[in-house]
């Protein structure tokens, strides 16, 4: 079974810092990774899809970077500000084409401080 | 486009009554999901379809909870007879196939 682990739960950064958040799984054989945000009493905001034949994905002040051998994927946030703040969740899908049951991690709670 | 929509945003009600959440998906997407957010077990996956068709229901956690996809842009989860327990945040999500998922807004259940 599939085992998605997000260290560590809570992260506080100054304003302006670069920050990695890690997601780590059990099971090496997935198809692709998602990272979300979600804020406060909200639903999740997709951020980036990183398919297993990828090493890393970028949109704007975000890359995912993926490493599928050790079981692990980065999120890396340049120049954080504070509309960055809210928890950071990871989640992978099984090994096979259109099996869409994603297994979600515990997620980060990230705070950045103006 | 409006993204996945769901209804009613809140939902109070007392136990043993019946619920229905609603969501349409994102149109042209062709899988939904059903999740429940809660603070002790986190995201967890009820139930998704694919073509309209439930393709995994094994998150469904009683035969209480059913949910049902009659049309490409609209799905139904339905908990009778409700309980305390299952206060909590559902989701609804739509993708093509294998690609990003998109989340509603989420349905906040307080069952009394």
């Known amino acids: 079974k599939q085992e998605v682990t997000q260290i560590p739960a809570a992260l506080s950064v100054p304003e302006g810092e670069n920050l990695v958040l890690n997601c780590s799984f059990t099971?090496?054989?997935?198809?692709?990774l998602q990272w979300f945000r979600q804020d406060p009493g909200k639903g999740l905001t997709s951020l980036l899809l990183?398919?297993?034949?990828?090493r890393e994905q970028t949109s704007g002040r975000l890359n995912a970077s993926l490493d599928k051998s050790s079981g692990r994927s980065t999120l890396y946030i340049a120049a954080s500000q504070p509309g960055d703040s809210a928890t950071y969740l990871c989640?992978?899908?099984?090994?096979?084409?259109?099996?869409?049951?994603?297994?979600f991690g515990t997620g980060t709670r990230l705070t950045i401080i103006p | 486009d409006a993204g996945v929509i769901q209804s009613p945003r809140h939902e109070v009600t007392e136990m043993g009554q019946e619920v229905t959440l609603r969501c349409k998906p994102i149109?042209?997407?062709?899988?939904l999901f059903w999740y429940r957010q809660t603070m002790m077990r986190g995201l967890e996956l009820l139930i998704y379809?694919?073509?309209?068709?439930?393709?995994?229901d094994s998150g469904m956690p009683e035969d209480r909870f059913s949910a049902k996809m009659p049309n490409a842009s609209f799905s139904t989860l339905k908990i009778q007879p409700s309980e305390p327990r299952d206060s909590a945040v559902y989701f609804c999500?739509?993708?093509?196939?294998?690609?990003?998922?998109?989340f509603g807004p989420g349905t906040r259940l307080t069952v009394l």
């Open positions: 989640a992978v899908p099984p090994n096979s084409f259109g099996n869409e049951k994603l297994t």
């Open positions: 099971d090496s054989a997935i198809y692709n």
């Open positions: 990183i398919q297993s034949s990828q």
């Open positions: 379809f694919n073509n309209n068709v439930p393709i995994d």
């Open positions: 149109s042209g997407h062709n899988s």
């Open positions: 999500a739509s993708s093509t196939t294998s690609s990003q998922q998109f």
